[in-house]
């Protein structure tokens, strides 16, 4: 007898996970506590023994079944006595819940999350209070697997297919992003998939869910200083330093969840929590092409996951429209639902990086040649070669005229006075110099010189007339150093 899906559901959340240092107990694939941060250990547990199950709350819903454990609460199946339709209702943290603040926040953020309107976005149906005041709110139940749980049991996950979910996960970000709302603890696990196989083909229908959970806990006096709440496998540079996040922290663990897609593992891995949050702010992630050989044949879609994992968060995609837009230049939707790839998975999207400073671009001097190599190598669009072009002319032109203009002030130096000196080497003259005047017998070595003798002829007589053009040549110039 084939087994239900929620009690399949059940069977597989089963498996639990408790935390050494405080006791806290989680269901999922979480490997460290969101509170402190020590690593988790196995534990069984039979949700059957639970004393919330068999209860009515609010008069209309009747608990059923316990469904995970998390860091912000438990979710149970239930039942609307008068609608006779199951729901799952998550209940907060007994001990978060003392924190009234904590609890306000809480229904806040199943208030903002029901605002959402998008089919792959989990639908929240009613919210309100237990009688010993822990707050709880109802949402659709979703019957599956978990994206995590799927990964876990088939490994890399074919390029179509998690195209597919890519897509619908984008989609419903995109919109929760344009409401105010950013997720803070996107992963595998909070992105359910709904549906079965249909013709060999899996029909996936994505539903995100657990919206605004780390902002929720993350101000609970209840973790420890120091520890910033989430899933540091998923977790942004940003976020992994306790900087302020915006949507394009989503953006980067969108881009953890791609590369984990496609390898069938996450790009970082470490012993303890703050290891993994080191390497997302300092290390390079290796190519997934380089980790998986599933992944060799990505192309363009190693690229766009790559832009989603950039350290600084102006260098990856500015929304989840755009990295959509990304996707939908290298594969294509056909009518039946089917994805195809436009032009194979070589192809590459126009725009594979964003905020990139070209080199020199901006710069008042012509470049050299190994910054030209690296402006070719980076295919600088058709609107930055003008700005090249004007530069280099520029330099050529500016080197022109220092040479015309140095040639001007020599042709019109004035004439020395002293007598022209041969050149040294025919290769700096530019007429042969005039025959020199034959000069007087010098007096005998044994004779006193007169001291008409000691005076230079030159200062008797005038210096001899200079033949050729107007100007002289380079030879006419004399020593520059010789004083009158």
């Not at 060999?200 to 919206?211: E, H, Q, T």
């Not at 020599?410 to 007598?419: E, K, L, Q, V």
Request: glycine letters at 8%; aromatic letters at 6%.
């Amino acid at each position: 007898m084939e087994t239900p899906p929620t009690r399949r559901t059940v069977d597989i959340r089963r498996e639990m996970k408790r935390c050494p240092a405080c006791g806290h107990s989680f269901s999922g694939e979480a490997a460290f506590c969101p509170f402190d941060g020590t690593k988790l250990v196995r534990a069984e547990r039979d949700s059957m023994t639970d004393p919330f199950l068999g209860s009515l709350v609010d008069a209309r819903y009747q608990v059923i079944a316990l469904l995970g454990e998390g860091g912000m609460g438990q979710v149970y199946e239930v039942s609307h006595v008068a609608l006779a339709r199951h729901f799952a209702m998550k209940v907060l943290r007994r001990e978060l819940a003392r924190d009234e603040e904590l609890a306000d926040r809480f229904i806040q953020e199943a208030v903002a999350t029901a605002s959402v309107r998008h089919p792959n976005v989990v639908e929240i149906t009613d919210f309100g209070k237990l009688p010993t005041g822990v707050p709880y709110f109802v949402m659709e139940l979703l019957i599956g697997e978990t994206l995590g749980q799927v990964i876990k049991s088939g490994g890399p996950i074919p390029a179509r297919r998690a195209v597919r979910i890519i897509r619908q996960v984008a989609g419903a970000l995109g919109s929760a992003h344009a409401a105010g709302i950013v997720h803070r603890d996107l992963k595998p696990d909070n992105v359910f998939l709904v549906g079965g196989v249909s013709g060999g083909i899996a029909s996936d229908d994505v539903r995100v869910v657990d919206f605004g959970a780390a902002k929720v806990i993350g101000s609970s006096r209840v973790t420890r200083r120091g520890i910033v709440f989430g899933t540091p496998h998923y977790m942004s540079p940003e976020q992994a330093s306790g900087q302020p996040v915006d949507h394009r922290a989503d953006v980067y663990a969108l881009g953890v969840i791609m590369y984990e897609m496609f390898t069938g593992r996450v790009p970082f891995e470490a012993d303890t929590y703050m290891g993994v949050l080191t390497q997302h702010m300092f290390v390079q992630p290796v190519r997934p092409s380089l980790v998986s050989p599933a992944a060799r044949g990505l192309g363009a879609l190693e690229e766009i996951t790559m832009v989603c994992l950039e350290k600084r968060r102006e260098e990856r995609y500015g929304s989840m429209e755009e990295l959509a837009a990304a996707l939908a230049e290298v594969v294509e939707t056909r009518i039946d639902g089917r994805i195809e790839f436009a032009d194979g998975l070589g192809a590459r999207p126009s725009r594979v990086r964003t905020g990139m400073r070209y080199p020199m671009a901006d710069e008042l001097e012509p470049p050299s040649l190994a910054e030209m190599r690296v402006a070719i190598d980076s295919e600088l669009p058709p609107s930055r070669v003008v700005p090249w072009a004007i530069l280099i002319g520029l330099g050529a032109v500016i080197v022109s005229a220092a040479v015309a203009w140095a040639l001007v002030v020599y042709r019109s130096a004035p004439a020395s006075s002293s007598p022209a000196v041969p050149a040294a080497s025919p290769a700096f003259s530019i007429r042969a110099p005039p025959p020199l005047a034959s000069a007087p017998a010098l007096p005998s070595t044994t004779a006193k010189p007169s001291a008409s003798a000691l005076v230079p002829a030159s200062a008797h007589a005038p210096p001899p007339k200079k033949s050729g053009p107007p100007g002289g040549g380079i030879d006419d110039v004399g020593d520059p150093f010789r004083t009158p």
